[in-house]
Structures are given as C-alpha cells and as structure tokens.
C-alpha cells in the first residue's frame, strides 16, 4: 500500500468499521489496478490523486461512500472500467457519484467551450440529486489546484480562471469555506503574481506588530470571559490573500483599512453564551457603528451562523471579532459537507432538503434552457455573483443575486405572486419595478386579479434567472401562437444579419437535426421556443450555418466545365471511380466517388447518394451524414459492390490508449508488420496522460481492417481501438 493510502487509512480507521475499511480497500485496489501505467504530469503514479483526493475529503469528515466514491471518481473516465462493474463491485450509490463526476464522453462537440459546459449541466444535474458529486468535485479541483505547477503557464492561467469563476463560488455557495479560501490563494497567485506576492510581502513585515496587538486582545477576552463562567476557545483569525485583495483592490482601500487583518474568533457551547460573550465583547471595546451583524439570528443561505462585531482596540486600531458555538464552527469550516460524517451517509438534519432548495431548482430551469452555455449563464448570475438580502413584510428573509428587483422577489415568492404583479413597495413606499433591491429592504409585492400576466419587457430588468424561468413558463404556456409568430420573425431577422435567406437554410434534414439537439417536436415548437426564450434565433442559425457548410463542402462543388485540364481531371476521376468496385444499379459508366466522410470498403453495407453534379457519392450503410440528412427515396441509389483486384481503400481508425513512449512506434511497426500501408497517423495526449490517436490505412476489405483492429488492440496500454464513421 502507498504512504498516501496509509494517511488515509490512519485518519478513517478510529471511525470506520472493519467492513467500510474493506470496502475501502477494495476500491483502492480497483483504482490502482485500473490506472495501472498512467502517470500525472508530474510524474507521480496516477493512483496518489484519486487517494489525495479522498483525504481531503476525509478530513471534511465526510461519509465512507463518499470516499470510497473519490478513489474510484476517474475510472470510468480514464480507464476501461465502466459503470456497470463499478454498479456490481459497489452498488448502485457509489457508481451514481462516480458517473456524477465524470465528464461527457462520445460526443462531437463544435468547440471546446460547448464540451465544457455540458460537463458542467452534467455535474451541476447529477449534484442536484446528490449534493456529494461536487464535494469529491470539489476535492478534485482542489489537488489538481495544489499540483497546477507541473502544467504549462498557459493551462495554469486557464484552469485558475475556471476555478475562480466555477468552483471557489461553489465552496462559497455550499459553505465550505477551508477549500474556497485555498482555491482563491492558488489562483490569485497564478494570475495576479506580483499582486500576490507584494501582499505576502507587506503582511509579514506587520507580523510581529499584528500577532502582539491580537495576543493582549486574547489575553483580555480570556481574563474577562471566565470571570462570567462561560467556557470559551479564544484565537486567532487565519488570514486569506484573497479576500484581502478583494477589499484592497475591488473596493479601493488600502492595506491599513481592511479590518479584518486583525481579527479575533470566540467559540462556546452555547447559543445564549455567544449573545453573553458579545456584551461582554461591547463593555470591553467601542463597536463601530453599523459593522454589528447577526447571522445566528438570520443565517446565511449556505448555513453560514455567526456574531460580527468590529471594534476599535488600544491605540485606534480596528479590530474584528466572530463568535459562534462549536457546531456552528465545524458548519462554518466545511459548509454541508457538515451534514454527512463518517457513520451516517445521510444528512443529520431533516431540513437538509430545504436548505438545499436552490439546488433542486436546477432541474426546473434546465427544462427551459436548450444549450448549455445557457445553462451556465445562468448559473454564473444567480450562484455565483454577490448577494442581497431582503424581508418580506412578515419577516421572513429572501436571497437575491445582487441587482435584483421588485419583479425577482415575486418570482422568489411565488409564480403567482409575479404573474399577478402591478407594482412594489420597498420600506412602505411606492418604487419602480426596475428598483435595486439593497440589503435590508422591506418588500411587499402588490397584486391584482385583473393583471393578465406579466410583460415582456421585464424579461429585460430582471436579474435572476429563477424569474426569467417562470416568465418564459408563462409564455410558453398562454401565448403560443404569438410565440411561434415572434420567433419566425427573429429567425427572419438573425437570417438577414447572415445574409441568408430561409429556403437556403430551413431543409428539411438539417431543420430535423436541430430539432433533435434542442429536444423540439416540430418546427412550430422551435419557433414558440425562440418567441418565449427558451433558445435564441442566434443559436439555431448557426446551427443550420453549420449543416449548410457541410453540405456545400460534402456535395455542392460544381465542376467548371470551361477549364479543360479540370474537363481531363473529371474523366480521370470517372475512370478511377469505375475501378473501385462499385456497380450502380441500373446505370452504366457513371461517376462514383468513395465518400471521405466514412470511407466504406469492400464487406460493408454501402447505399449511393446522387449528388448535384458530382455523380454518385458512396457511404456506409450507417454514415452520421446519410442518417442525419433524412433524405428522400429520390436521391438514394442501391449499389454494391464489384471484386476488382489490386483495389485498395481508405479506413480511418481512432485508438486510445495509457500514453507511453515508443508506443507510436509500436503501432506503426504493428501496421508494418501486414504489409499495409500507413497513410497518415495523429496522436494528442490529454491532461490525463491518455493518448488519442487517429490512423489512416490503405486496405482491400473488412476482413483485413477486422485482422489489423485485433492486433492493435494487443498493443501494451491500447485499451479501444474503433472505427471512425465519420
């Protein structure tokens, strides 16, 4: 066993039964064995991060599921080990938070950006049943964090950028604020350096000054504490880079007026003792007005409970203290993670669920949302961006995205309660529906039964997109026809901007395509989604764009029969296409061309497709390109094929495999070996250490391609090898 497998075993052992510390030997001998030979860009075996990452969640004091979960969190992406096995060996639970972890694999994406925001609606969906998939997240973003240096400058810089952006505010949103403090140093070391390193600088040379001025305010706390009989741990505040730079740089302050340098934590056993603690606090030291804040009273929504309190120390220095209970302290360092502990699995309180509501409306958004860059906008605007907190006239407390209005608190209410809206009062009095809710506000949402629905134009002013949701709802639900009307005339608009017309665009076969991707019925229902919102004319064109592209690349070069030497070409095109073994039902000597998209070869299933101009083009009975393009028995032809000696085809082959050296070698040498010739070979290598190569070879027939597959496949480290059919 490694040393880093023993750390774990030695911190789970004094809390774990004999059969949980099994079940988690089991997984890691799995994970082991299954990242057998791959090795992080570091160098290190593979097996030490999916162990490091169940540390950390160790000591979140997190569930044993959990941590058998993060040993095994990269197999079913990064090996040959697949769900079901992982299903069998561990049961349903753990296979579902391993899947839940592991990014969308087989699918064509356009660009990167799209790849990863579908990884991202996959994870935020499978965390939305089960909170557990973003903490082994979390832990996994947080040691590939730790050991980012091994990258080039430029991944480092990319990878903080998302981190900064996605995860910190996750850690933020769930309350678990050990992982966001070290995420938000890492980063703002990689992408602000010399920002960084200047404030590392200047708070050391204030050390000594800082660590006296806060150990005579202990010194005192203490005395004074235990003279009214309350038992108390009194200490110091870590420091985090970050947050510092935050204030200094996003709020314009300089080093000497972050009041949080210099900081205080007070922890007791009892709510009553904080609330006796603090008048203690206040007899002692002035408090600066209106920097006293109660989240005990008034909990933050990622169940973070505290008493503020900013206080002027000896010589006019401010000076911060926190004070909670012991409970609300473990809540305040790992957040929900709180909830699971090593023997339960299962949330300790009954409100867990309602704690979590906001996660849970996830799954009622994404109905509405037909893309995933969508998706992530709107994650990116109501989890991660700052917060206002609001009351309703009873009391109670709603968060907002920062920016929100009036119309965002009906929504937050109720859909009926926004529906129905005609006007606000903020603090008893009238304000515009395009009012900036503050911190503090008293709201009241003002209603009538006459008010039909609510207008479009909000969808303009408001900021959350729990509001934007139930308003598109709305017209998705009562205005059908004007949705489908609206949405034809964006389409005629954004078709314009393009300088395209509709019957250019709008075939049959690429409209369906795009029907599939965005989940619409028919083209009346894709119109109604671009009238209400649900997906932008935008969006849609430049999928057809995309469609219309390919079919004037694949299919629409006309030849130009003014040129003779292209004349010549075309006849030596027809003469070749005649000896590729091809006899076209019911025509003689017509021009056929082995299409590049699949490139069939003798012992597949083929169907011919006439083409404008260019003859016959001939596809795999199963081409992406004949399935997605739906078309009519008019344009298909049978075909089959003829025996022609000597004949040789193209088969284009993809191949994974645990990158090595000399492993491209190997293959090539593999390929030499029959005597077939290698027409081309490209390798990539992912941050995994996996490698993706792509292989053209020059063959006579399935046989022969089905000979090379298997021998390939024996190749040290190669764990697939499939044909390209596209």
Avoid at 197 to 217: G, P, S
Avoid at 397 to 418: E, M, N, Q, R, W
Avoid at 694 to 719: A, C, H, M, P
């Amino acid at each position: 066993m490694s040393d880093g497998y023993n750390r774990l075993v030695a911190k789970l052992k004094n809390s774990c039964t004999q059969s949980e510390l099994e079940l988690l030997e089991k997984a890691y001998n799995l994970s082991k064995s299954a990242h057998d030979g791959q090795q992080r860009v570091s160098g290190d075996p593979f097996i030490t991060h999916p162990v490091e990452v169940a540390i950390i969640l160790a000591d979140l004091e997190m569930d044993i599921t959990s941590i058998v979960a993060a040993l095994l969190h990269d197999t079913i992406e990064d090996t040959t080990c697949t769900y079901e096995k992982i299903k069998q060996v561990f049961g349903t639970e753990i296979a579902d938070l391993v899947d839940g972890v592991t990014k969308i694999g087989k699918i064509a994406y356009t660009t990167k950006a799209e790849e990863q925001a579908e990884n991202f609606r996959k994870m935020f969906l499978a965390m939305a049943k089960d909170i557990r998939v973003i903490l082994i997240k979390l832990a996994d973003r947080l040691h590939n964090m730790r050991t980012l240096k091994y990258k080039p400058l430029d991944r480092q810089i990319e990878i903080s950028r998302e981190t900064l952006e996605i995860y910190a505010p996750i850690a933020h949103r769930l309350g678990i604020f050990k992982i966001k403090w070290e995420l938000e140093d890492i980063c703002l070391r990689i992408l602000e350096p010399a920002v960084y390193y200047d404030l590392v600088e200047r708070i050391a040379q204030k050390r000594q000054e800082r660590e006296a001025f806060i150990n005579d305010i202990i010194k005192t706390l203490t005395e004074k504490i235990s003279e009214i009989n309350i038992k108390a741990a009194i200490e110091g505040r870590p420091k985090h880079f970050y947050s510092i730079y935050n204030k200094m740089y996003k709020e314009n302050k300089s080093l000497d007026q972050i009041y949080d340098l210099f900081a205080v934590r007070i922890i007791v056993d009892t709510v009553k003792d904080c609330y006796s603690a603090l008048g203690m606090v206040h007899e002692l030291y002035k408090p600066i007005p209106g920097r006293f804040k109660d989240y005990i009273a008034v909990p933050k929504p990622n169940m973070y409970q505290s008493l503020h309190t900013t206080l002027i120390g000896r010589e006019g220095i401010p000076f911060e203290v926190q004070i909670r209970t012991w409970e609300m302290h473990r809540v305040a360092e790992v957040g929900i993670a709180a909830h699971w502990r090593y023997k339960e699995g299962r949330s300790e309180v009954t409100d867990l669920d309602n704690k979590l509501a906001w996660l849970r409306q996830l799954l009622d958004w994404q109905k509405d949302m037909r893309d995933a860059d969508e998706f992530m906008e709107t994650l990116k605007i109501d989890l991660f961006t700052d917060e206002v907190f609001v009351f309703t006239p009873k009391g109670d407390v709603k968060s907002l995205p920062s920016g929100s209005t009036p119309i965002d608190f009906a929504y937050a209410i109720h859909s009926a309660v926004g529906n129905k809206m005609m006007g606000a009062k903020v603090n008893g009095k009238i304000v515009p529906l395009g009012y900036k809710l503050k911190n503090g506000d008293i709201v009241e949402i003002l209603t009538s039964a006459n008010v039909t629905g609510p207008s479009r134009d909000w969808l303009k002013i408001v900021k959350s997109s729990q509001a934007r949701s139930k308003i598109n709802q709305w017209f998705k639900k009562e205005k059908r026809e004007e949705n489908i009307l609206r949405g034809k005339e964006l389409v005629e608009k954004e078709l314009k901007k393009h300088g395209l017309t509709h019957a250019e665009l709008f075939k049959p076969e690429w409209v369906e395509i795009v029907l599939k991707k965005y989940t619409f019925q028919t083209l009346d229902d894709l119109y109604a989604g671009i009238g209400y919102g649900g997906i932008t004319a935008n969006k849609v064109i430049s999928r057809l764009k995309e469609e219309y592209r390919k079919f004037v690349k694949e299919e629409e070069t006309e030849p130009q029969a003014a040129d003779p030497q292209k004349l010549l070409k075309e006849e030596q095109k027809k003469k070749k296409a005649s000896e590729n073994g091809i006899i076209v039902k019911g025509i003689d000597n017509c021009l056929v061309r082995i299409a590049h998209c699949c490139n069939p070869v003798p012992g597949d299933a083929i169907v011919g497709y006439i083409t404008r101009g260019r003859g016959v083009s001939v596809h795999r009975a199963d081409c992406v390109n004949m399935a997605d393009r739906n078309i009519g028995e008019d344009r298909i032809i049978e075909v089959r094929w003829n025996t022609v000696e000597n004949a040789s085809y193209l088969a284009d082959l993809n191949l994974l495999a645990n990158d090595r050296t000399s492993l491209i070698m190997d293959i090539s040498n593999t390929i030499g070996e029959d005597k077939i010739p290698l027409k081309g070979i490209n390798a990539r290598t992912t941050r995994e250490q996996i490698a993706i190569i792509d292989i053209s070879l020059e063959i006579t027939n399935t046989q022969q391609l089905d000979k090379i597959i298997k021998k390939l496949k024996r190749i040290v480290g190669v764990f697939q090898v499939t044909r390209k059919k596209r």
